[in-house]
């Protein structure tokens, strides 16, 4: 399917279209949901909400530096971390590079590091590639691609052995101008899957990436283009990662045109029909950056905010030229299912070296309901049992949630006791003892009646 079908299929079936649900037929404006988890980092769901109630994006909390780049092969302008977990170890890929007075002081090449917990990372000696005459060294790819090498694992259950892990990076200056593509058996030994440009529409001297998308079954591409001289977007897809579609510009409905550097756009794990993005924003005028959040539901058409979530002001050294990015990753580490991290880098150019440091989200934490008043969603489709609730309440606040017909209309006893507290998985009880699943293929509207409150996500789960 590709992806303006899978637009279409979400948000363009004519209104007076009738679906049907099991025994039941309900009018094309209600959103079948079934039990998968829905986030509120749009207006999507939400049919109205009180003036007092705002979407606000959410800034992680600043952790630890887990890595320096201190090599001689490595250095200050060390580039384009791309972070994703491997079964049991962490895997990251990342430009080795190093400037004096901004000018190259040594060739680029893609280093690795990896780490058990996402916290503690080291680079192993892979004996590869040659450097100051030792192999001695933690270069895991030295030929055409080095400047912006990234990788993941390949989730496509028919992806063969060999491609069990995939890259995507460009050409220039070693090559053609374009996007070339990897593949690797163990993630270490990699080889070229095609010897010329597989993406030859765009700019892409920035992070340009790929992914299998386990909604729409295929390889989906985003990369760095200008549009009207702005650092833009585009996107394009492939069923087999080397013949890829025209590639189209992501579109941002009510936001300035501003430049996008790199775009760490993915599935989110927990609801894989919303692609999230934290894209960096480049000033030209100061030649900072700093990341801002984005969403979407179809992958063309994104929601982004206008708010750093890691501004300048973040711990140490983010305030100089390029020195604030997000990396490509989004990891749950062990023991810690209730929080996402996420990377940045800082201290680009200013010193030998420069550092990536670790900043944690609460469990879909990215954007909030965040305030005092009501919001009404729109009509939905639900086939769970217990309905779960992602919210954090100030000390006093509290969160009431009903369930509706679809005039907006109580369903009698489908309203919960006020909740307080911090819960990022709370099941919700009723006040008639029923549970959500009686409700289960009828349209319903989800009020929720905040004091004081923030509430993330909601899921009608299976039991």
């Not at 009738?18 to 959103?31: C, K, P």
């Not at 969403?295 to 206008?306: A, N, Y």
């Not at 711990?315 to 299912?337: F, I, K």
Request: glycine share 8%; hydrophobic share 35%; charged share 20%.
């Amino acid at each position: 399917m590709n992806l303006p079908m899978f637009h279409c299929l979400f948000r363009t079936i004519p209104s007076l279209c009738l679906i049907v649900y099991g025994s039941a037929a309900f009018a094309a404006d209600a959103i079948d949901i079934g039990s998968r988890r829905e986030l509120f980092v749009d207006r999507y769901l939400i049919d109205s909400m009180s003036n007092s109630v705002q979407l606000q994006v959410q800034q992680p909390e600043a952790q630890e530096v887990v890595l320096v780049t201190g090599e001689p092969w490595e250095g200050n302008t060390c580039a384009y971390y791309s972070i994703f977990q491997d079964e049991d170890i962490y895997r990251m890929y990342y430009r080795g590079s190093h400037a004096i007075d901004m000018k190259a002081a040594h060739p680029e090449v893609t280093c690795y590091a990896e780490s058990k917990d996402g916290i503690h990372w080291t680079k192993p000696k892979l004996g590869l590639y040659e450097w100051g005459g030792s192999k001695e060294n933690n270069i895991v790819w030295n030929g055409i691609g080095t400047h912006c090498f990234v990788a993941f694992r390949d989730a496509n259950p028919e992806c063969s052995a060999d491609a069990r892990y995939k890259a995507i990076s460009r050409g220039r200056p070693q090559g053609e101008k374009g996007l070339y593509v990897f593949k690797s058996p163990d993630a270490i030994h990699w080889s070229l899957i095609k010897d010329e440009p597989v993406i030859t529409d765009g700019y892409f001297d920035s992070q340009n990436l790929a992914f299998w998308d386990p909604v729409t079954k295929q390889y989906v591409d985003y990369h760095r283009t200008f549009i009207n001289k702005v650092r833009s977007i585009l996107m394009c897809t492939s069923d087999d990662f080397v013949t890829w579609s025209t590639p189209v510009a992501l579109t941002y409905p009510d936001t300035p045109h501003q430049h996008l550097y790199t775009n760490a756009i993915r599935p989110y794990p927990s609801a894989p029909h919303i692609r999230i993005g934290f894209p960096t924003r480049y000033m030209p005028k100061t030649q900072q950056v700093e990341p801002v959040f984005m969403s979407s539901r179809d992958g063309i058409t994104f929601q982004r905010f206008s708010d750093a979530i890691i501004p300048q002001t973040a711990p140490a050294d983010r305030d100089g030229n390029r020195s604030n990015y997000m990396t490509n990753g989004l990891l749950e580490l062990p023991g810690q299912p209730d929080e996402l991290s996420v990377y940045a880098t800082e201290a680009y150019y200013t010193g030998p070296d420069s550092r990536v440091r670790r900043f944690t989200y609460r469990k879909d934490g990215f954007v909030a309901l965040n305030g005092t008043g009501e919001v009404l969603t729109r009509p939905l489709v639900f086939d769970g049992a217990v309905l779960s609730l992602n919210y954090r309440c100030a000390s006093a606040g509290s969160v009431i949630v009903q369930l509706c017909d679809s005039d907006g209309v109580l369903i009698p006893g489908f309203e919960c006791a006020p909740l307080g507290g911090d819960n990022v998985d709370h099941r919700i009880r009723w006040t008639s003892g029923q549970t959500s699943g009686k409700l289960a293929g009828q349209e319903v509207r989800l009020r929720l009646t905040l004091n004081n409150a923030d509430v993330f996500a909601f899921q009608f789960v299976v039991q």
